[in-house]
């Protein structure tokens, strides 16, 4: 019976069995080993036949700022301090412009490496044997030359310079140092000086194509300058002569006195009308106190600030005061009747009399004095008007002027920038800092710098071997036959009954195994690959008391006959035994027992009643029986479905301890269940590297839908271990002696 871990091993997720791999790749190595070696020479003559390459590599230096002659801006430039600017020169080294440089400078377009058409252009014998053809007069005419033009031409030279130009540039590498100012220029060449010369070459082209650039942008600067301070020129001359014009209009010698004496004139009568003003309400204010109060006294009218302040008043007020201190002091020494009081008093009268004449007088003064002051601001006010208008008409002058002006001296400004800007572009027009400088020259490399030769052959070995490798493990994956004991376990994770060897001998090349072999000394390990089927089969039937054993393979050719046939001569070695040819459609076992075609058999038993001792035949020196097939039947599923037939087998189980069927393939025709049925058990045989998993899965299929069960699994044909391999053919020659 199979071993249980079938329905545990579809339950359960198969690991990967390494050991099985390193098996695999073990039983390959020759054909790895040869592939390997094969792709290695291979990788060698290719890096052998590979044309060297020499890179050379020069440094240059890229100045963050170039030096200046004179300390002026640049006319033209970009800014150095960005953090593209080095990116951009990185960039102008790639160019196209500084690669045409090179080229055109050392006529790459004339060297083979970069231009592979100047070696075709050389005609060989074929191509002058066949110009010559052409030539011919009899087939030039059915050859005519095509024309060619100047375009044509321009064109293809135009293609070769893309060409050149294309190839130079895949073998230029600008690769520039990291956090520094360096960059490296590397070249490729078949030719080590040309690479060299090629990459300094570059650093050159480079700092002659930015001088160039700057020479460039000075002179187009400087036409630009001229042209801008002709212009300039004629702007200021033409500015000045409207300045002149204006001014002779006017009858002007300059600016100066145009506003001043009017502002000044303003600002006089601004202050006189000011004054005027204040005198005016002063006056007025007077007036109209006199006017108010005209009926009071002097000291009343002296009290009033207004009048007080003014000199007759105060002159009144103080010749009062004293006549009333003089009365006050007589008072003291004279009576009221005293000359001296009476002329005191009298002086008194007299003064305030006089003042009150004065106030009167004061008043009508005051009013004329205030009519003037008002005479005096109208009069004052009008001229300010005058004036205004008059400094308006000046404002107006004046603006034109200051306009003129300005524009001379915009003009003037300009111009003098552009003459110092044309003057300092002319003093250092022919000065020119590079912006870069050779840090290191590219050497002639002494060694070529690809391909690497070692390590293209260490490459080719490792990887053919790895995708040897790979191609067995895939190889494997997908093939679904079965090759030996270990891959039936690993595919179908299940250990078969027993494998039995491939048996290679010319004898066997046309014809089928027959009984022969097995007592043959020179086919031991097959013999003793049998008889550990037979141990195998033993151990599993041995508590069943089970006495047939029906064998059949899913498909024909699978060799169930050939085991049939040597495990019966394995059980007769310890036990009676007999086999039964239970293939009724195409017998064979007779044949291996060398036995005669017309020998009668099964179906003479079934269907003609033939004696068995007629029937069976004994081989000699053994314990066997051979029940052929017997003469072909019409109906053999009908015959091994009869009563007859297992009432028979119930009479061989009596005489014989072992008794073995030989049943057709159980795919194409159903006769082995049929015998599975009696037997209850069928040992299925496949071949290696034949039998493919799926068939083995439908066979399995039938067997559960059959209800038969499957006392095992017997790999045939299976190729012999290479030797050094685990092999037990040293025991197996041990027992045959023995």
């Not at 040869?34 to 290695?40: E, Q, R, S, V, Y």
């Not at 010749?319 to 201190?325: D, H, I, V």
């Not at 393979?553 to 035994?577: H, I, Y």
């Amino acid at each position: 019976m199979l071993n249980h871990t079938q329905t545990d091993s579809t339950q359960q997720e198969p690991l990967i069995d390494i050991g099985y791999y390193i098996h695999l790749i073990k039983s390959r190595w020759l054909s790895i080993s040869f592939f390997t070696l094969l792709c290695t020479a291979i990788a060698a003559l290719i890096a052998l036949s590979i044309t060297p390459t020499y890179k050379a590599t020069a440094t240059l230096l890229i100045e963050a700022t170039t030096a200046k002659a004179v300390s002026i801006e640049e006319v033209i430039g970009i800014d150095t301090k960005a953090r593209e600017y080095y990116l951009t020169q990185y960039e102008i080294l790639k160019s196209n412009q500084v690669a045409q440089r090179v080229i055109d400078k050392l006529q790459l377009s004339q060297v083979a490496e970069f231009n592979p058409s100047i070696m075709d252009s050389t005609p060989s014998m074929l191509d002058n044997i066949k110009q010559q053809i052409r030539t011919h007069p009899t087939i030039a005419a059915y050859f005519p030359e095509a024309e060619i033009t100047e375009t044509d031409l321009i064109t293809a030279r135009a293609a070769v310079d893309r060409n050149v130009l294309k190839a130079f540039k895949s073998k230029l590498i600008i690769s520039p140092v990291r956090k520094t100012q360096l960059v490296h220029i590397s070249f490729e060449s078949q030719d080590p000086e040309l690479a060299a010369q090629i990459a300094n070459e570059v650093g050159l082209a480079f700092i002659e194509n930015n001088l160039e650039s700057k020479l460039l942008a000075t002179e187009q600067a400087t036409g630009w300058i001229n042209q801008r301070l002709a212009e300039l020129k004629q702007q200021l001359d033409e500015s000045e002569q409207a300045l002149l014009r204006f001014l002779q209009q006017q009858e002007l010698i300059d600016d100066s006195g145009i506003i001043a004496l009017t502002s000044s004139e303003l600002s006089n009568l601004t202050d006189r009308i000011a004054k005027a003003t204040d005198k005016r309400i002063e006056t007025q204010a007077l007036y109209n106190a006199l006017k108010s109060n005209a009926a009071t006294d002097v000291t009343t009218l002296a009290s009033m600030s207004l009048i007080s302040n003014h000199p007759q008043i105060r002159d009144i007020r103080l010749a009062e005061s004293n006549a009333e201190k003089e009365v006050s002091e007589l008072s003291k020494r004279y009576g009221p009747k005293h000359d001296k009081m009476i002329q005191a008093n009298a002086q008194l009268k007299s003064i305030q009399k006089r003042a009150t004449k004065v106030v009167n007088k004061l008043i009508n003064g005051i009013e004329k004095e205030l009519a003037s002051a008002k005479n005096q601001e109208a009069l004052l006010k009008n001229e300010l008007l005058t004036k205004k208008d008059e400094f308006q008409s000046l404002s107006v002058i004046k603006r034109e002027y200051d306009a003129l002006k300005r524009e001379v001296d915009t003009n003037a400004k300009l111009y003098d920038l552009f003459l110092t800007r044309q003057k300092e572009t002319t003093a250092t027009s022919d000065f020119s800092a590079a912006n870069a400088r050779f840090s290191d020259y590219a050497l002639i490399p002494e060694y070529p710098n690809k391909p690497n030769k070692k390590l293209i052959v260490v490459l080719a070995f490792v990887a053919s071997l790895g995708f040897a490798v790979v191609l067995v493990v895939c190889l494997d994956a997908f093939n679904s036959t079965i090759e030996s004991a270990r891959d039936f376990e690993n595919k179908l994770g299940l250990l078969p009954t027993g494998t039995l060897p491939l048996v290679k001998d010319k004898l066997y090349k046309k014809s089928p195994i027959d009984s022969k072999v097995f007592n043959n000394e020179k086919f031991g390990v097959f013999q003793e690959s049998v008889d550990s089927v037979r141990t195998s089969l033993y151990l599993n039937l041995h508590n069943s008391d089970r006495k047939m054993l029906a064998i059949s393979s899913s498909v024909p050719g699978e060799g169930k006959t050939t085991t049939s046939v040597n495990l019966a001569m394995s059980f007769a070695k310890l036990e009676r035994v007999l086999l039964i040819d239970c293939d009724l459609r195409k017998p064979s076992v007779a044949e291996r027992f060398g036995l005669s075609s017309s020998q009668p058999g099964l179906t003479n038993i079934l269907l003609m009643n033939t004696p068995l001792q007629d029937c069976i035949a004994t081989i000699e020196d053994s314990n066997l029986d051979v029940l052929s097939a017997g003469m072909l039947a019409p109906n053999p599923q009908e015959l091994l479905s009869s009563k007859a037939f297992e009432k028979l087998m119930t009479y061989f189980e009596s005489k014989y301890e072992r008794i073995i069927f030989d049943t057709p393939p159980i795919l194409p025709v159903k006769d082995a269940f049929i015998v599975g049925k009696l037997t209850k058990g069928i040992l299925l045989v496949l071949k290696a590297n034949s039998t493919t998993k799926s068939v083995y899965k439908h066979s399995m299929t039938l067997f559960t839908k059959h209800q038969i069960t499957i006392d095992g699994v017997v790999l045939n044909q299976v190729p012999s271990p290479k030797k050094g391999s685990h092999t037990y053919s040293e025991y197996a020659q041990y027992a045959q002696n023995n």
